[in-house]
């Protein structure tokens, strides 16, 4: 994605297709979540913000609307690296 706020009924419909549920998650600034495992795939968008993800030796920032996997199994961690709340799309592969 180019940095433009994704289409939610069309990032919904999509995951949904793919098998992933769909969720917002906010977080003010500050706020780090360090060292989460999940039994399943994780699908990550920025929809505001400013994130800090790391998994499987690399980091990202991503821009908005930029879609981050995270494959089930993996360490992962994410920040809010920036001055004013994030809000996030997630989902968890359907098992």
Do not use: C, K
Request: hydrophobic share 35%; charged share 25%; no cysteine.
């Amino acid at each position: 994605m180019n940095g433009e706020p994704p289409d939610v009924g069309a990032l919904r419909d999509d995951w949904a297709r793919r098998g992933y549920s769909f969720d917002l998650w906010t977080d003010p600034p500050g706020q780090r979540w360090e060292d989460f495992v999940h039994d399943v795939d994780e699908l990550l968008v920025l929809a505001e913000g400013q994130l800090e993800v790391e998994t499987g030796g690399r980091t990202w920032q991503p821009a908005i609307g930029e879609e981050i996997h995270i494959p089930a199994g993996a360490s992962h961690s994410v920040r809010n690296i920036g001055d004013t709340t994030a809000r996030w799309y997630y989902g968890y592969r359907n098992s």
